[in-house]
C-alpha cells in the first residue's frame, strides 16, 4: 500500500492547532467567497501534492523529499516554540540556545516563502524574463519554488539572507490579554516596515528596520525587530514586553493577515468583523495598497 503523504501543507499543521478552539476547530474566513467555516488543522492551508517535484519521478531521488524535510523541520519548531510557551507562563525571559536560535530562523524564513502565495509570485516574476515564452506551468513553477527553497541548504540565495536578517534581529515577545485574538492565515509570517504602517510581501523586505512578525498562539507573538534601526530595544532580547496589549493593538496586527493572506484568515473565534471591515478600507483605496504593500493605518 504506498502511504506517501498526497496532501501537503504548507502552513504547519502545529501552528494551525494553536488557533483551534476549545472544540479543536479553526475558523476560517474565505477571502475569495466571504465565507466562514470551521475546518480542522489537517483540511486547511494544503493543496495535493504542492511539493511532489514531478522531476524525480522514477528516478533514485525521492520526488518528496522537500516534503520530508519540511516535516522534520516543523517538528523541531513545534518543539522550540512549546518550550517558549512554557517559560513564557512563568518568567519573561527566554533561553534560546544559538542552535534553537538558527533551527527557528530558518523556520521563519522558509515558512516566509514556501506558501502558495510565494510560489505564484515567483511564477509572475519568472514570466517576465522571457525564459517562458508560454508560460510557466505548475509543473515547472512547482521545480523553481524548490530550487529557491533549497538553496538555504548552502545558506545561499533570498531564503538564506532573510534567516541571517531574522537571526541577527532582537527578538522581542508580547502577550495578549485583550479580548480580541491574534489571527494567523495562509501566510502565517508577515514582514512590516519600520514605521509600523506598511506589511510587505516583495520589494522591500530587506529595507533597513523592516521586521517579522510571527504569532504563536491567539494570546502570544514574536516580533524579530531589525537590530539596527531598533537598537533602543536591545535590552528585550528574548524577552516579554511590557507593553499591555488593547484590542486595538491586536487588530492593528490582524490587519497584516486580513491584507496580506493570499485567501484564507484562521481564528480560534467566529469573529471577522474587523477583517471584513479592513478589506473593505483597503479595496476602497487607490494604490500604494497593492499585493505586495498593504497599509495597516
Same mark, same amino acid.
Request: with cysteine.
Given at each position: 500500500?504506498?502511504?506517501?503523504?498526497?496532501?501537503?501543507?504548507? #502552513?504547519?499543521?502545529?501552528?494551525?492547532?494553536?488557533?483551534?478552539?476549545?472544540?479543536?476547530?479553526?475558523?476560517?474566513?474565505?477571502?475569495?467567497?466571504?465565507?466562514?467555516?470551521?475546518?480542522? *488543522?489537517n483540511?486547511?492551508?494544503?493543496?495535493?501534492?504542492?511539493?511532489?517535484?514531478?522531476?524525480?519521478?522514477?528516478?533514485? #531521488?525521492?520526488?518528496?523529499?522537500?516534503?520530508?524535510?519540511?516535516?522534520?523541520?516543523?517538528?523541531?519548531?513545534?518543539?522550540?516554540?512549546?518550550?517558549?510557551?512554557?517559560?513564557?507562563?512563568?518568567?519573561?525571559? #527566554?533561553?534560546? *540556545?544559538?542552535?534553537?536560535?538558527?533551527?527557528?530562523?530558518?523556520?521563519?524564513? =522558509?515558512? %516566509?516563502?514556501?506558501t502558495?502565495?510565494?510560489?505564484?509570485? =515567483?511564477?509572475?516574476?519568472?514570466?517576465?524574463?522571457?525564459?517562458?515564452?508560454?508560460?510557466?506551468?505548475?509543473?515547472?513553477?512547482?521545480?523553481?519554488?524548490?530550487?529557491?527553497?533549497?538553496? =538555504?541548504?548552502?545558506?545561499?540565495?533570498?531564503?538564506?539572507?532573510?534567516?541571517?536578517?531574522?537571526?541577527?534581529?532582537?527578538?522581542?515577545?508580547?502577550?495578549?490579554?485583550?479580548?480580541? !485574538?491574534?489571527?494567523?492565515?495562509?501566510?502565517?509570517?508577515?514582514?512590516?516596515? !519600520?514605521d509600523?504602517?506598511?506589511?510587505?510581501?516583495?520589494?522591500?523586505?530587506?529595507?533597513?528596520? #523592516?521586521?517579522?512578525?510571527?504569532?504563536?498562539? *491567539?494570546t502570544?507573538?514574536?516580533?524579530?525587530?531589525?537590530?539596527?534601526?531598533?537598537?533602543?530595544?536591545?535590552? %528585550?532580547?528574548?524577552?516579554?514586553?511590557?507593553?499591555?496589549?488593547?484590542?486595538?493593538?491586536?487588530?492593528?496586527?490582524?490587519?497584516?493577515h486580513?491584507?496580506?493572506s493570499?485567501?484564507?484568515?484562521?481564528?480560534?473565534?467566529?469573529d471577522?468583523? %474587523?477583517?471584513?471591515?479592513?478589506l473593505?478600507?483597503?479595496?476602497?483605496?487607490?494604490?500604494?495598497?497593492?499585493?505586495?504593500?498593504?497599509?495597516?493605518?
Amino acid at each position: 500500500m504506498n502511504s506517501e503523504p498526497k496532501l501537503h501543507h504548507f #502552513v504547519p499543521q502545529f501552528h494551525l492547532a494553536r488557533f483551534a478552539d476549545d472544540r479543536g476547530r479553526i475558523w476560517t474566513f474565505d477571502k475569495e467567497t466571504g465565507k466562514i467555516f470551521p475546518a480542522g *488543522p489537517n483540511k486547511v492551508a494544503a493543496e495535493r501534492h504542492f511539493y511532489k517535484l514531478p522531476e524525480f519521478i522514477g528516478t533514485d #531521488v525521492d520526488p518528496l523529499f522537500l516534503e520530508k524535510q519540511f516535516a522534520d523541520i516543523e517538528g523541531e519548531a513545534c518543539k522550540v516554540t512549546a518550550c517558549w510557551l512554557r517559560q513564557l507562563e512563568h518568567a519573561s525571559k #527566554v533561553e534560546i *540556545p544559538d542552535v534553537n536560535r538558527q533551527m527557528m530562523s530558518d523556520f521563519l524564513a =522558509l515558512q %516566509f516563502f514556501r506558501t502558495a502565495d510565494a510560489r505564484e509570485i =515567483l511564477k509572475l516574476f519568472a514570466e517576465t524574463t522571457g525564459i517562458y515564452p508560454s508560460g510557466v506551468s505548475d509543473d515547472e513553477a512547482r521545480s523553481l519554488h524548490a530550487r529557491v527553497l533549497c538553496k =538555504l541548504a548552502d545558506r545561499k540565495g533570498i531564503v538564506a539572507d532573510l534567516s541571517l536578517r531574522i537571526r541577527e534581529s532582537i527578538w522581542l515577545f508580547a502577550r495578549n490579554n485583550s479580548n480580541t !485574538p491574534f489571527m494567523t492565515s495562509d501566510t502565517p509570517v508577515l514582514l512590516k516596515t !519600520p514605521d509600523n504602517r506598511i506589511w510587505l510581501k516583495g520589494p522591500g523586505i530587506f529595507q533597513l528596520g #523592516v521586521y517579522a512578525v510571527y504569532a504563536i498562539t *491567539p494570546t502570544m507573538v514574536l516580533y524579530c525587530k531589525e537590530r539596527t534601526h531598533w537598537k533602543m530595544l536591545e535590552r %528585550f532580547d528574548n524577552a516579554l514586553s511590557p507593553v499591555s496589549f488593547t484590542s486595538e493593538m491586536v487588530d492593528h496586527e490582524n490587519s497584516g493577515h486580513a491584507g496580506m493572506s493570499a485567501r484564507f484568515v484562521f481564528s480560534s473565534t467566529n469573529d471577522f468583523d %474587523f477583517v471584513k471591515a479592513f478589506l473593505k478600507e483597503i479595496d476602497s483605496k487607490p494604490p500604494p495598497f497593492a499585493a505586495d504593500e498593504i497599509g495597516s493605518d
